[in-house]
């Protein structure tokens, strides 16, 4: 079974930089797709970035250029380094992993484990 846990939210100015992390602790499927989702109340929760067993990686089009997602080779800990931050990426970020084939649509749906989240809030 996949088990998940994020850290290093907290807050940041606007233009600031904060990296999150994702620590899988339990089995790992090396063709998984895995990916970070966002959501803030009220709203659904988005798809942000996601990346391949292949490494082929896939963002949306509001964070192309500021945020890059990596994944150390064991395929055990998932990164998410986001630069030159918007209030507007205010959120809980969330680390998934889904099966392989999907995970470039960036939909919930497609991830069928989940971490419990990270805030990450940005002031202007």
């Known amino acids: 079974q996949v088990q998940l846990m994020e850290s290093g939210g907290g807050s940041v100015e606007a233009g600031g930089s904060a990296r999150l992390s994702c620590v899988n602790s339990g089995r790992t499927y090396s063709s998984y797709c895995m990916g970070w989702f966002r959501q803030v109340p009220g709203k659904e929760r988005e798809g942000v970035a996601s990346?391949?067993?292949?490494?082929?990686?896939h963002y949306i089009d509001s964070v192309k250029g500021r945020f890059t997602i990596s994944q150390d080779n064991g395929k055990k800990t998932l990164y998410l380094q986001m630069n030159s931050l918007k209030p507007e990426d205010t959120a809980m970020y969330y680390c998934?992993?889904?099966?392989?084939?999907?995970?470039?649509?960036?939909?919930?749906?497609?991830?069928?484990?989940w971490g419990q989240g990270t805030q990450v809030t940005v002031s202007s």
């Open positions: 998934a992993a889904g099966a392989p084939g999907r995970g470039h649509h960036l939909r919930r749906v497609d991830f069928g484990y």
């Open positions: 990346i391949d067993s292949d490494g082929r990686v």
